[in-house]
C-alpha cells in the first residue's frame, strides 16, 4: 500500500497528504500552495527554502544540488531546499510569507 505522509503547516493551512518520496516543492504546488522560486526548481535561485519546524529526519538527506547551494547561501540545518528535497515521513512546515 503506498504511503501518504503528512504534511502540516506551522501556520493556519490544512494539513496535505503526499506519496511517500514527493518532491517537497512539487506537492506544494500541486496542492495550490505557493512557493517562492525564480529558477522553477532548477536548483539555481534558492528562494525555495522552507522551514521545517518537525520531521526533519523524514526528509531526504541534501543532495549535491543542495549542497553547492549552501556554499553560497546561509542555511540552518531546519532549512530546506524544497525542490531539492523528498519527503519520506510526515513534517511540519513555515515559511515567512505564509
Ligand atoms: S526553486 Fe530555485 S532553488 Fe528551488
Redesign the pocket.
Known sequence: MLMMPQISFVKNKAPIEVPTGSNL?QALLDANIPVA????????????VVLVSKGLENLSSRNKIELE?LERNPLTFQQR????TLVLGPIEIDTGYW
Open positions: 516543492m522560486s525564480s529558477c522553477h526548481g532548477d536548483g539555481v535561485c534558492c528562494k525555495c547551494l531546499v524544497s525542490c531539492q
